[in-house]
């Protein structure tokens, strides 16, 4: 990334050399169309791929979400004790889709939609970055619409997940506060847009706090940033306190937020992912876990781009290093380092031992800062000459390559032994063209060839951005389709035949619903989803249900009658009106007559 150059004199001679306004803003107007007609077709792709997934599937991260953003826009809690916290700040984004429709499948294709305006985003952002770090605007449209069409760009926006937006918030986050701190190298930075870049950075980073705990690492590296440029005088101290009073301002006020959604959503607590914390970064078990796993989540994303995003992170660090380069600089290569190396130690310490390969291989706490990674190394590959080039292939190559080694070494045969779930693995099933296995060694080796393949489409004279681009666009769209067809739809046939309970239950009707808690997490949160209109009442499938229930689910193994569900018999009045299973298990619904 380069800071913007000062202006120069304008001399008479470059007045009448430089064309006036009438004739630089047609051309000005084409890109700005151009940009904006690229923005629209990004976000027809996110439509178009979105279109299959009619309901959330990937529990219970979506419904925790969805909860939330009803619970916010004014509408029925749903129980969620004992586990994971979903903060606030994303189901914001979703309360205007609640208040639009009643309707569950409706307001989560509004969801869709507002995903999709979001996250196509990425380009114009990516289109900024990839200009800073030097490419011309030809090379800059073309690698930021690959940087656009990343799979953990688009395939997640297609789901109510942070993951959604979180991406473009840490690359606005990263150009706000990098012209923050550059300003001064310009003679258009105003006070005024000194302190709106300094507020946005600020704003952006405690909104990321807001959304998910992986935000934290990016409030601390803000507040550090902010206090550097302070102490080094990049900044003056009163617009320092400008920035640091957004900052703090914004995540008090998200914390409020947060905090009023836990006695509503977790009234008896939740999974205590902080104890976890604590306890595995003050043992030696719990920092061989934790860097064995954080180990893992940088190799996911190497392979997962082909290599490009460990050129971006071995440029970054150098960057970061090197003693000659400008101080703002290395400041913020150092801040994305730590945000990388953050998030992977905080995620991966938090993490409890769920006996699936994703604990130690995962793409989608580190998928937020892989745009930025993957840019810096595609501009990279673009603008260094061959033999600097291949030293920063050669060095991502071995990062790779000896990640591997590191998860294959911690995971053992557990990667074989523990469940695969294909939803965690987008890119790394279609490398591997497995969805039912996790494939280290061919996992590795596809993205060593990919690497290969791009810096040989790098050399390429005069072909080298589009070749580049094409490359990585076909393999994003190939990882895209195939997630969706492979795991997407699986699911959504899984869950809505399991858990769709709208031919029994409104929104026609709205009776009194009761749920048996025997029922897993796995079915129990989708029909939540689905029973929009009220807070169903939990009770012990060991015991009558509450008698004010109109509607009361039964756990039911699949295998036994149906009607032996309702322990001691039911009593006169009631009937059996559904009965649904699926792989986990299933549940028999029982109305009462009249």
Known sequence: MTTHPPLRPDTRAERRATPGPDVAAPPRRRRTLLVLLAYLAQVAVRLVASAGQTMPVATPDETG???????????????????????????????????LSDDPQTVYRLIQAENALISALMLPLALVLLRRCGLDRRAAF???????????????????????????????????????????????????????????????????????TRGVILLVVQAALVLTAAVARWRSRGEAASAAAVLAGVALAGT???????????????????????????????????????????????????????????????????????????????????????????????????????????????????PVLFAVGCA??????????????????????????????????????YTFTPYDFPEISFLTWDWTAFRLERATLAGLVLLGLAMLASRLRGLATVTLTALCALVSTGMIATANERVGAPLVREYTAATDVRSIAGPATTPVVAVDGDISWRLRLPLYYWLNWTATIGFDGDHAPPREADLVLVYWNGKTPAESTWKGGAPPGWRIVDRRTSPNDGWVAWRRSG
């Open 65 to 99: 979400y969805l909860f939330a953003a009803r619970v916010l826009s004014g509408g029925p809690a749903a129980d969620l004790s004992y586990g994971t916290v979903y903060r606030g700040g994303y189901p914001l984004l979703l309360t205007p889709a609640h208040w």
């Open 142 to 212: 073309l690698v930021g619409n690959a940087t656009a069409l990343l799979t953990g760009v688009v395939f997640f926006a297609e789901f109510a997940l942070t993951d959604a937006v979180l991406p473009v918030v840490v690359l606005g986050w990263l150009l706000l506060v990098h012209s923050w701190l550059t300003a001064g190298a310009r003679a258009t930075a105003s006070p005024a847009r000194v302190a709106l870049y300094g507020a946005g950075a600020s704003a952006l980073a405690a909104y990321s706090y807001v959304c998910h």
């Open 256 to 370: 409020r937020l947060n905090h009023s959604l836990l006695p509503v959503m977790y009234p008896n607590g939740d999974n205590d992912l902080g104890g976890n914390l604590l306890q595995r970064l003050t043992s030696l078990d719990g920092w061989g876990w934790t860097l064995s796993l954080a180990t893992g989540q940088v190799w996911y994303q190497l392979a997962a781009t082909g290599g490009l995003a460990g050129i971006g992170l071995v440029a970054l660090a150098m960057l970061a290093l090197r003693r000659d380069a400008p101080g703002r600089l290395r400041a913020l290569a150092l801040a994305v380092v730590a945000v990388v190396a953050g998030i992977a130690l905080a995620t991966s310490a938090a993490l409890p031992d769920e006996q699936r390969v994703g604990n130690y291989a995962y793409g989608r706490y580190l998928a937020c800062v892989t």
């Open 380 to 417: 990279v590959l673009l603008r260094l000459p061959r033999r600097a080039a291949a030293w920063a292939a050669a060095l991502s190559a071995a990062l790779l390559a000896g990640s591997a080694v590191v998860v294959g070494w911690h995971a053992g045969d557990r990667l074989a032994r």
